[in-house]
């Protein structure tokens, strides 16, 4: 054969095997994902040893079984174990599009996406890290050049970026795994993460020091009303719109990229991390508090204009340490006002009280990712009582629609259980086609994360230098039920009885043997020292 046939003969080959991933892309992402929308139910919580061997999970997934006077305990149950199904069947094993696991945020989705990563490999860290780390690193493999890719997928291309989490989510497994196992993932994605660094700032920031997203799309937020309609025909121009949603984002990245630096002996590196954490959120508080509101906006860098639209936006900075404790207090104070974000499932993604909310994606729903979000920025400041509170009520909330539809969503109606009211993008016809009118099922790009409140918030699980240690802080609506948690890959089984004012009761069971314990809200107790 010459060498022109045998050129056209592979040409022919090659593509005849993206045809073969075309058409089996168009069937999970147009027909099977829809087909089976309905017919998939929960799996139990036991996933058997086979199926846990095929993709390479070391260990049964975490189980949550909760007691109580009425139907909250059976949808809890339910809803944690729903998480852990979904979770797993949203694994992908190594294929063309990465050669470490990664994780698809729902069949719907069949590509790799930046942020969706990042959240979903919290889920996965106290079912088994070795899976998180590679979730990550399947994003960070997969960059262009020094910029980590909105999505990985086949044969789609994008070139946008997605909000910068992944070296904060890198960071955070420390929580869930011991240094000897988290250390050489810092030294495998350390350098990448701060080119990233390097990348956004160039190419992403404003001549004012801040962030703005070089598309809506960009931010994932992308039918907010902040930029332009909901079926996205109409959409602002964000490229200079200072965003605090992505300066909050970028200070977490540098937060994280000093811890990690710092531990892998890099302290110049540390310090010019920190440095720059410093003056960005200087900057924020500077360009982007409208002290009127007592809210951070999106601001026009050109005109000077504020875009005041009440968003979750507005409350993230709080999650990277960004207002000072008077500023913290105003954001907590539209938390718990039931007129904005303290709805029956709380944290909307636009505030109640503002003209454009609506129960139509990021103009209204709750979207777990960045209610976790601000979850994390109550605790950081101290306001434990109230994302204790937030964290229980978006459990409830989520593990209560479970048991009514029978799937993990994408977004939840802040008003009540069920999505019967929802919408997606409601007059955009692509959308509607591709992937339906409702909130996507199957979804744990980020709504998984109500496993992790429960064992990080609500039992405040946390592996610190001194050891494993729990910190209850079940709120008071908790009480007079009963929660056993049960962690195989720690052989560790909590369980807790809770009282009036949070107070807790219970023992917890690992290698060391049996620990009874009665503890007040927010008291730590040790349960294995360090080796």
């Given amino acids: 054969m010459g060498r022109v046939a045998a050129r056209r003969l592979r040409r022919g080959m090659v593509d005849a095997r993206r045809l073969a991933r075309v058409v089996w892309f168009g069937l999970r992402h147009f027909v099977l994902s829809r087909l089976f929308r309905r017919l998939r139910r929960t799996a139990p919580a036991e996933l058997t040893q086979a199926l846990m061997a095929a993709k390479a999970i070391e260990h049964p997934p975490p189980v949550l079984a909760v007691t109580g006077p009425d139907e909250m305990a059976r949808a809890w149950d339910q809803g944690f174990a729903a998480v852990n199904a979904a979770l797993y069947l949203n694994l992908q094993k190594p294929d063309h599009l990465s050669a470490w696991r990664h994780a698809h945020p729902a069949p719907s989705f069949p590509a790799i996406y930046l942020w969706d990563s990042a959240f979903i490999a919290q889920i996965w860290a106290w079912w088994d890290p070795s899976v998180a780390a590679d979730v990550l690193r399947s994003v960070v493999d997969g960059r262009d050049g020094d910029r980590l890719r909105h999505f990985i997928a086949d044969f789609a291309r994008s070139p946008f970026t997605q909000p910068p989490l992944i070296a904060w989510s890198l960071e955070r497994l420390a929580h869930s795994a011991t240094p000897e196992v988290h250390d050489p993932w810092l030294a495998a994605m ?60 970028m200070v977490l990245k540098c937060e ?80 718990v006002d039931p007129e904005s974000f303290n709805t029956l499932i709380p944290l909307p993604s636009v505030a109640l009280s503002d003209a454009a909310f609506e129960k139509d994606m990021w103009r209204g729903p709750v979207w777990l990712n960045t209610a976790f979000a601000v979850v994390e ?30 799937h993990v969503h994408e977004f939840y109606d802040p008003q009540q259980h069920g999505i019967q009211t929802l919408h997606r993008k409601k007059g955009n016809l692509w959308k509607r086609m591709t992937l339906g009118g409702l909130p996507v099922g199957d979804f744990v790009g980020w709504s998984g994360l109500v ?57 917890a069971t690992g290698p060391w043997g049996e620990t009874p314990f009665d503890l007040r809200f927010g008291q730590d107790l040790l349960l294995a020292p360090s080796q």
């Fill in 377 to 406: 920025g109550l605790h950081r400041y101290g306001y434990v009582e109230t994302a204790a509170e937030l964290a229980f009520r978006l459990c409830d909330g989520v593990y209560r629609t479970v048991r009514l539809t029978g």
């Fill in 451 to 507: 496993n992790t409140l429960v064992i990080e918030t609500l039992f405040g699980l946390r592996r610190r230098p001194e050891g494993l240690a729990i910190t209850p802080r079940f709120p008071a609506r908790a009480a007079g039920q009963s929660f056993r948690l049960t962690l195989p890959r720690e052989d560790l089984e909590v369980s807790v009885d809770v009282s009036e004012g949070g107070a807790v009761s219970g023992r």
């Fill in 190 to 249: 350390y350098a990448p993460l701060r080119d990233y660094k390097r990348w956004l700032y160039t190419h992403r920031r404003t001549a004012d020091g801040l962030f703005a997203w070089a598309h809506a799309y960009e931010s994932g937020v992308e039918n907010a009303p902040r930029f332009g309609s909901r079926d996205e025909r109409t959409l602002r121009d964000t490229r200079r719109v200072a965003a605090p949603d992505f300066c909050a984002y």
């Fill in 256 to 335: 994280a990229l000093a811890a990690m630096a710092r531990r892998l002996g890099r302290e110049a590196d540390a310090t010019t991390h920190e440095a720059d954490a410093t003056a960005l959120r200087e900057a924020v508080n500077r360009t982007l508090w409208d002290e009127d509101e007592g809210l951070y906006f999106d601001r026009d860098t050109a005109s000077g204009r504020f875009v005041r639209s009440r968003s979750i936006a507005s409350l993230l900075p709080l999650w990277a340490g960004i207002p000072d404790a008077r500023q913290a207090a105003r954001l907590h104070a539209h938390i």
